[in-house]
């Protein structure tokens, strides 16, 4: 492949920000400001995103490709966009790349993290609008939610997230209108704080381990169409594993003292990790 095509062209200055208030001038000047986008085997869509990530953000701000063991050609394009490459020897999920990215920010430090998806669905325009509340408001955490638009989904998708947001307002006693987007971003302190361990769904963990403690705010977000490839979410496997974390990370913290007066210590790891490994 001809990788020539997809390098950044010189006269792109300001990118595609989303503002009301366009301008040269740096909006968060020395705020250290990370991205990281997971990526397999998404030579079709990073160029497109790495294209259209506004450059007039901050001048600390780093692009984070974690390549989770792709066979194609998406690292070789990052690095063309001059993107930090992490490589996964392996493919090991969506959620192993992402806390790699969060793992790689822990020791940068910056003061807000964005998570966007490689394959173009994530408009970078919107990245202002998540950083915004961290940045100037003391927010902790913030989330897209792509229903404040019209957005088409199929039935089955629809049922799974209302079911997912009813179960976060009922445990949570806090509404999270679209508890499956991946678009969010982390203040340094829930960086430094949390510790990660799906493999499957760290969006779902993440809401867990965040919301209680956090402050939050929703994001309004038009999706855009993949230009290639097609969602690895499965609904028959999704939902039963958004039980097992809530098991795992909401109602097993609240009985811990009580378990711990039944079961060794080694037992309940064994229940913890293996039974409810997600």
Known sequence: MDLSLYKKKETVKEGYLDSSEKTDKLIYPDSKIAIIIPAYNEEKNI????????????????????????????????????????????????????????????ELNPDAAVILDADGQHNPKYLYHF????????????????????????????????????????????????????????????????ELESDYSVTQEMLLRV???????????????????????????????????????YIFPKIRKFSSFLFQEKTRSIIGYYLLKT
């Open 47 to 106: 160029g497109s995103v790495l294209k259209n990530i506004p450059i007039n953000i901050s001048n600390k701000l780093e692009v984070i490709v974690v390549d989770d063991g792709s066979n194609d050609n998406t690292a070789e394009i990052a690095r063309n966009y001059n993107a930090k490459v992490i490589k996964h020897e392996k493919n090991q999920g969506n959620g192993a790349a992402t806390r790699t990215g969060l793992n790689y920010c822990k």
């Open 131 to 194: 950083i915004k509340p961290i940045i100037e408001e003391g927010c902790h955490l913030t989330i897209g939610n792509r229903f404040m638009y019209h957005y088409r989904m199929s039935p089955k998708k629809r049922v799974c997230s209302l079911m997912i947001t009813a179960l976060y307002k009922l445990i949570l006693r806090k509404k999270i209108s679209d508890p499956t987007n991946g678009y969010r971003a982390l203040s340094s302190e829930v960086i430094k704080n949390i």
């Open 211 to 249: 919301i209680p403690f956090y402050r939050y705010k929703e994001i309004p977000i038009k999706l855009q169409q993949r230009r290639s490839g097609s969602s690895f979410i499965s609904l028959r496997k999704y939902f039963p594993k958004m039980l097992l974390f809530i098991i795992k990370y």
